[in-house]
C-alpha cells in the first residue's frame, strides 16, 4: 500500500509575509561534498549582512540537489545555481560571513518558494529592494570553462594596454608582444569571444540586478574579474573603433545581440557610480532601456522592472502571473500614453513581433534585433516634423481590442518602395562596396526624376543637389553624436560612393590618402547602419523621398502626429477608417515642422485610430 502523507516542505506551509526573506547559510565544505546549509526567515529591514547572488537561470530542468540541515530536506536546483553555488563556497571570505565559515547569500532559486505563485509574486515585487539591501551583488557569468579565466586575464591586459596608448594591432606579432598580449593564434583570443558571449548579458532579471548596489563584483567561475567593467569596457572599445572588431564576436555568431546587452549594461550601471543612491526612472524609459535584454517569461520584462520605476503603482501596474503577456503590455501601453501623452511610446516598435496578438502600436518589449533603431529611446534631438506641437493620445476600447486615437494629419501614399538598405552596408569594402556603389547610383536616379524636388515654403532649394537628398536620407541627416550632420559627410559620402581596396581604380582618390579615403568611407556606413538598419528608401505620390520601415509597402500612408519629431507611416484596414502602425520615417524636407506651418495643415489635422 502506497503512502500518500504529504512529504514535509523545506519552506513550511505559510507564504513569505511582505518584506520577509529567507537568507541561505552555504556551508564551507571539500570539493567533493554535497552543496549543504540551512534556510532563515528574516526581516528584509532588518536582517544580519548577506550577499544578493546573480545568475543566468539557464535550462529549467532542475537535476542538481541542496540539502537542507536543518531537516535534511532535498531541493532540486537548476545547474547553473548548483555550479555558482559550489564556486561560491570555496571563493574568497566575503563580507558576509559567518565565524563558521558559513556564506549568507540570497539566491532565488532557493530562497524562494518557486511553487508558490503568490510567495513568488510578492518576492517579486521587492526583488530590487532584496539587492539594494545586500552588503554587494555577485554577479556570476557562469562556470569555468573554454579557457574563461585565461579571456578574463586578456581583458584585464588589453585594457591596460589601452590606457598605456598601445595600439593594438592583431596583425602585428611584434606590436601584440609590445604590449604585452599573447599572439593571435592563443586560445585565449578565442575565449575571449565565448566570455562575451555568456546568455547572463542578455537576461533582462539579471540586467536590473546589475544596477541595484553600488557594491559589485563579477565572477566567473572562481575568477574574481579585477572590476565589474573589466569585460564590458572591451566592448565598448570595440564599438567605438579604438579596439579591433575581430576581438568580439561578429554578427553572425551572436545572435542573441549579447554585445548589444553589454554596451547597454554599462550605458546604465556608470552613473550610478556617481550617485549616493540608485534613482528610480520612469517605467517607459526602463522598458526603452532594457529592449535588447530577454526573459524566459515576457510578463518578466515588465515585472523586473517594476522595483526600479518610480511611477508603477501610479500607473496601477502590479505583478500578476494570471494575466497573458498580451494584456499585459496592452495595459502598460495604454497607461503609458494615457498618463504621459508620449509619443516615444512608438519608438519601441519594432519591425517585428514575437506576440503577434498585440495591437500594432504595443510594443512587443519581449523581442529584440540587433542594433535596432535606437530600442525606442526617442533620442533623434535634430528633428522636429511636427514643430511645437503637443501629442495628443487618447486610449478607446479595452483588453487586447484597445485602439489608440492620435491627433495628427494624413499626408501622402508611398508608391514606390526599394530594397533593404543594410545588405548594402554589412561593411565599407569589397565586395560589398562595389554592390553599393550600383545601387546608390540607382538611388541616385530615383532621387533625379523627382526633380523638381517638392520643399514646403522656402524650407530648401526648388533645384536641390540629389546627392543631399540621398545622404541625408540615408543618415536622418543626424551625426552619431546627435546633432545635425555637418559639411563633412559629404566627404563621407563621396569617399563611401567611390571606395575600393585598390585606390588607384577609385575616381577621385589619386589626390588622397587612400586610408583616409577608408576612414571616411567607414564613418559614412557606420551612420547608415545606425540609423537606417532596418529601414528602406521610397517614394511618395506627391514625390517625396525617404527612409521607411523595412516593412513598409505601396499604399502605406505617410503621416504626422502631433508632438512626434519623426514622420510616421500607417496601413489603412476597414476601408481606411482605422489604421496599423508600421513605424516611423525620415522624409526629407519634411523633418523641420514645415508641414504644421503650412495653411492646410489645421483644415486637414483630426483624428487617426490606430488598431
Not at 272 to 299: A, G, I, N, T, W
Not at 431 to 448: D, M, N, S, Y
Request: aromatic share 10%; hydrophobic share 35%.
Amino acid at each position: 500500500m502506497s503512502d500518500t502523507t504529504p512529504k514535509p516542505s523545506l519552506y513550511g506551509a505559510k507564504s513569505l509575509g511582505s518584506h520577509q526573506i529567507r537568507l541561505l547559510y552555504l556551508n564551507p565544505a571539500h570539493e567533493s561534498d554535497t552543496l549543504t546549509g540551512h534556510l532563515e526567515v528574516v526581516d528584509l529591514k532588518k536582517c544580519p549582512p548577506y550577499e544578493a547572488l546573480s545568475y543566468e537561470w539557464g535550462s529549467p530542468e532542475k537535476p542538481c540537489i541542496f540539502t537542507a540541515t536543518e531537516n535534511n530536506h532535498r531541493v532540486n536546483i537548476t545547474e547553473s545555481l548548483y555550479h555558482a553555488l559550489r564556486d561560491l563556497r570555496h571563493a574568497a571570505p566575503a563580507p558576509a560571513q559567518e565565524p563558521s565559515g558559513q556564506r549568507v547569500i540570497w539566491a532565488d532559486g532557493i530562497c524562494i518558494n518557486q511553487e508558490d505563485l503568490d510567495e513568488r509574486g510578492s518576492q517579486v515585487s521587492i526583488m530590487a529592494s532584496i539587492y539594494r539591501g545586500a552588503s554587494r551583488v555577485i554577479t556570476y557569468i557562469g562556470h569555468e570553462s573554454d579557457g574563461s579565466t585565461a579571456a578574463v586575464a586578456l581583458a584585464a591586459s588589453l585594457l591596460g594596454a589601452f590606457e598605456d596608448r598601445v595600439k593594438v594591432d592583431l596583425q602585428d606579432a611584434s606590436g601584440l608582444a609590445k604590449a604585452g598580449l599573447p599572439p593571435i593564434t592563443d586560445k585565449s583570443w578565442k575565449a575571449l569571444k565565448e566570455l562575451c558571449l555568456r546568455r547572463w548579458a542578455g537576461r533582462c532579471w539579471c540586467a536590473q540586478e546589475f544596477l541595484c548596489n553600488k557594491d559589485l563584483i563579477m565572477m566567473c567561475g572562481r575568477t574574481v574579474f579585477p572590476a565589474w567593467t573589466t569585460l564590458l569596457s572591451v566592448v565598448r572599445l570595440v564599438y567605438a573603433r579604438q579596439l579591433p572588431a575581430a576581438m568580439i564576436p561578429s554578427h553572425d555568431e551572436d545572435p542573441d545581440s549579447l554585445r548589444d546587452c553589454l554596451i547597454s549594461l554599462i550605458n546604465l550601471r556608470s552613473p550610478l557610480q556617481y550617485m549616493l543612491k540608485p534613482q528610480r526612472k520612469q517605467l517607459l524609459k526602463l522598458l526603452q532601456s532594457f529592449h535588447p535584454f530577454q526573459v524566459s517569461d515576457p510578463r518578466d520584462k515588465v515585472y523586473s522592472l517594476l522595483g526600479h520605476s518610480l511611477d508603477h503603482e501610479h500607473l496601477g501596474i502590479e505583478v500578476d502571473y494570471t494575466i497573458s503577456p498580451e494584456q499585459l503590455y496592452t495595459t502598460v501601453a495604454a497607461e503609458i500614453a494615457t498618463e504621459y501623452q508620449d509619443l516615444r511610446l512608438l519608438l519601441s516598435n519594432l519591425h517585428h513581433k514575437s506576440l503577434s496578438n498585440l495591437p500594432s502600436w504595443v510594443p512587443d518589449w519581449s523581442t529584440w534585433y540587433f542594433g535596432s533603431d535606437l530600442g525606442g529611446a526617442g533620442y533623434d534631438h535634430t528633428l522636429f516634423a511636427s514643430g511645437h506641437t503637443r501629442a495628443s493620445l487618447k486610449v478607446i476600447g479595452t483588453r487586447l481590442q484597445t485602439k489608440l486615437s492620435v491627433s495628427g494629419c494624413l499626408l501622402d501614399t508611398i508608391t514606390w518602395v526599394g530594397d533593404e538598405i543594410l545588405p548594402y552596408y554589412t561593411t565599407h569594402e569589397k565586395p560589398v562596396a562595389t554592390r553599393r556603389r550600383g545601387w546608390i547610383t540607382k538611388q541616385l536616379e530615383v532621387v533625379r526624376k523627382l526633380d523638381p524636388y517638392p520643399y514646403l515654403g522656402n524650407s530648401g532649394t526648388q533645384n536641390p543637389d540629389i546627392t543631399t537628398v540621398l545622404w541625408k536620407t540615408l543618415i536622418s541627416n543626424t551625426n552619431h553624436d546627435e546633432s545635425i550632420a555637418k559639411a563633412e559627410y559629404v566627404d563621407y559620402f563621396n569617399a563611401h560612393y567611390h571606395h575600393t581596396d585598390h585606390p588607384d581604380d577609385a575616381r577621385g582618390a589619386r589626390d588622397n590618402d587612400a586610408s583616409d579615403m577608408s576612414e571616411k568611407a567607414r564613418r559614412f556606413c557606420d551612420a547608415v547602419r545606425w540609423r537606417s538598419r532596418y529601414r528602406r528608401v521610397a517614394t511618395t505620390e506627391s514625390g517625396y523621398f525617404g527612409a521607411v520601415p523595412q516593412k513598409a509597402q505601396v499604399g502605406d500612408i505617410l503621416c504626422l502626429f502631433q508632438g512626434g519629431r519623426h514622420l510616421y507611416i500607417v496601413r489603412p484596414v476597414d476601408s481606411g477608417q482605422l489604421f496599423k502602425y508600421v513605424g516611423h520615417a525620415y522624409v526629407h524636407g519634411l523633418m523641420g515642422g514645415e508641414i504644421v506651418r503650412e495653411e492646410w495643415y489645421q483644415k486637414k489635422k483630426g483624428e487617426i485610430i490606430l488598431v
